[in-house]
């Protein structure tokens, strides 16, 4: 039972750090209809600034997470401009091309700067663990869900109740309409692009605490919120959260059980297991659980 | 008549394969010149070229699907690997780490290479037909990393990480083309004979997909990609349409997967990743999407990325090194393989954003202002 919980808990962390990255793609996705395949690379960007700063630089871990949020929201706005802007309009099919190909030169070029070491994140926690009946919790695991849950409701907050975020939405939604209201829709896509910029900043740096470090493989961490916004549908919000925490709980409970039960799955296999619930489930519900119906129309 | 080569008079002869004498010239000469390689290049070059003719061949796969049938498929890497294994497996002998059944004839073991990942692509395509656009993007990508996976974990048929298994080997009729020696008399490198063979698989794979994507099916898969709820109207049948643009395109992709890996001696189970995926998506958007010529261009220029990439190293080292203020740790040049990566991303980028259509679409531009010349338009 212990086992259980524990799973469970530590799922949960996980799953809120799943959703903080799925709704940075969610984000972009509602806004210009582009799923981005540089969130990789702006996650390892992110957390690599916040390493440096803290560990490098030597400031104050938070305010260093803070500055490589501000650098990551910068990132997304300047890549937004440079690259995407000039392809709206065009198919979307090029747009993600164009991520792919950032991603694979950002990477390129943060894993020069991070060198071939695992580094340690100069956060507070180490190895510190929190007993809350029977259960041990890293204290890391703690910080990351409560500071992801911050973010998050800060970023509803924004999204639901602000003029930007009403800008956002409705550009969204209709993109001429939007325009003809007075939205200069070009900037809330670099909005969008920034938000999702400082969201994986913030990811990367809370899954590279505690007992693990940020190296040239963290990024593949992001392709696992991949199945999570699939799984919560593309351009659904509470589909990013809900999918978040399922494939979360998900992965460690099969981290928890499976080498007992089933060793001849390999080692790491809940490393894939977010790719069968979304297999699983996209063959019930095509777009996801959340995720709008296209309706066509002839 | 003769006097108006140019003049297309009838369907037939506007679909032709070769439309015009000049270009039956062109080709003529192309065909000379490609068979000619081996007989002046470097080894290290033709090596180059060997993997590029591979590369030929899983672009048109890709270009299949993706570029005429519109499905963008990130999952290309999952089916050269199923290629690359059932080779394997078919050629190589039981050993105490892995299992196979010895047959090294390429005869047999290359087309059940195609076969197999064909397989695999009909397998795949029902989950595949029922989504679209981006879902079946991401979808494709979980196919990869859940084969990786599989790769790593199935040690009787990869050897493990680390270790890998002996790669296929390519004996043609009993003539193994992986030895040197003399042949009717005349001394022949191993790599000539490898690019002989690789090359008349290249020609008729070519052919085959020229031919068919001026078919009734190439036909439907271009009416799905502009538009699906048209072509279904029009009484496409979607899903069959989808499946035969999967089925064909993983087949494409099984026999560039083996004859990538024939040139090497070992298959490591880690080299079938995402990478490899995107390396063939920067090949069809460098070549020209929709274009069989461009997949050619665009694989040909990814093949011979690695000798650009160490000229570009010398330069890009310098930049790189300025960045030390940056830096966590003290500075690591630069490897081959990461300015491979950087090159054909900076591509990628470049000509998405620039020359939406590709080599092809920059050759058409070129083609068209000398065709006027001086008149511009």
Do not use: C
């Amino acid at each position: 039972m212990t086992t259980f919980l524990q799973a469970v808990v530590s799922g949960l962390a996980l799953g809120t750090i799943y959703a903080l990255l799925a709704l940075g793609f969610v984000i972009i996705y509602r806004a210009t209809d582009v799923v981005s395949f540089a969130q990789p690379a702006l996650m390892v960007f992110g957390a690599y600034w916040a390493m440096y700063f803290a560990t490098v630089i030597g400031w104050n871990f938070w305010v260093a997470v803070v500055i490589a949020a501000v650098l990551g929201a910068v990132m997304g706005a300047v890549i937004e401009r440079l690259f995407l802007r000039p392809l709206v309009g065009r198919p979307v099919f090029s747009a993600v091309m164009v991520t792919i190909g950032l991603d694979i030169v950002l990477r390129v070029i943060v894993d020069d700067l991070l060198g071939i070491n695992q580094r340690t994140m100069g956060d507070p926690f180490g190895l510190q663990t929190v007993n809350i009946g029977g259960i041990t919790i890293p204290q890391s695991d703690l910080a990351a869900m409560l500071g992801a849950i911050l973010v998050i409701s800060a970023l509803l907050v924004f999204y639901r109740t602000t003029k930007y975020g009403l800008a956002m939405r409705a550009a969204a939604f209709d993109q001429e309409a939007a325009m003809a209201q007075g939205i200069p829709v070009g900037r809330m896509f670099g909005l969008a692009w920034a938000l999702a910029g400082s969201m994986a900043a913030i990811a990367g740096t809370f899954i590279s605490m505690g007992n693990s470090s940020l190296s040239r493989s963290t990024w593949v961490f992001a392709l696992r919120a991949l199945p999570v916004i699939v799984l919560g549908g593309l351009d659904s919000i509470r589909g990013a959260i809900v999918g978040g925490l399922i494939i979360g709980v998900a992965e460690r409970l099969v981290a928890a059980y499976q080498p007992g039960a089933a060793p001849w799955l390999g080692a790491g296999f809940e490393l894939v297991v977010p790719y069968i619930v979304m297999l699983v489930v996209l063959l019930v519900k095509p777009y996801g659980l959340y995720g709008t119906a296209e309706v066509q129309r002839v | 008549m003769a006097t108006r080569p140019r003049m297309i008079r009838s369907h037939r002869d506007a679909m032709a394969l070769v439309r015009t004498p000049t270009r039956a010239v062109w080709l003529g000469i192309l065909l000379v010149f490609a068979f000619a390689a081996p007989l002046w290049m470097s080894n290290g070059l033709l090596f180059l070229l060997l993997a590029g003719l591979a590369y030929i061949v899983g672009a048109i796969g890709l270009n299949l699907v993706s570029g005429y049938a519109g499905q963008l498929s990130l999952g290309h890497a999952f089916f050269l690997a199923v290629g690359a294994y059932t080779a394997a497996v078919i050629s190589g002998p039981s050993t105490q780490t892995t299992f196979g059944l010895g047959i090294n004839e390429i005869l047999v073991w290359l087309p059940a290479a195609g076969i197999t990942a064909g397989l695999a692509g009909f397998l795949v395509g029902p989950i595949a037909t029922r989504l679209r656009g981006l879902y079946l993007a991401i979808v494709t990508l979980g196919l990869v990393l859940v084969g990786d996976h599989v790769l790593r974990t199935w040690t009787g048929l990869t050897g493990g990480v680390g270790f890998g298994r002996q790669a296929p080997d390519p004996t043609l009729l009993g003539l193994d083309l992986s030895t040197t020696g003399p042949i009717l008399g005349v001394d022949v490198a191993r790599s000539a004979l490898l690019y002989w063979f690789s090359l008349v698989v290249v020609i008729l794979l070519t052919i085959l997909a020229l031919n068919l994507v001026r078919s009734r099916t190439g036909r439907a898969f271009q009416a799905v990609r502009d538009r699906d709820v048209a072509a279904e109207i029009m009484g496409i049948d979607l899903t069959r349409t989808k499946l035969i643009a999967f089925t064909v395109s993983s087949a494409y992709a099984g026999i560039a997967g083996a004859m990538l890996t024939m040139r090497l001696e070992t298959i490591e189970a880690t080299q079938f990743n995402l990478l490899l995926s995107f390396l063939f998506i920067a090949m069809i958007l460098i070549g020209g999407i929709a274009s069989i010529p461009g997949s050619i261009a665009g694989a040909l220029v990814i093949a011979i990325l690695p000798d650009i990439a160490g000229p570009l190293g010398s330069v890009l080292t310098p930049v790189f090194e300025t960045l030390t203020f940056w830096r966590a740790d003290a500075g690591f040049p630069l490897d081959e393989f990461q300015l491979e990566q950087l090159l054909y991303g900076a591509l990628l980028i470049a000509f998405v954003l620039l020359e939406p259509r590709g080599l092809i679409g920059l050759w058409v531009r070129v083609r068209n202002y000398w065709k006027a010349f001086p008149f511009s338009y």
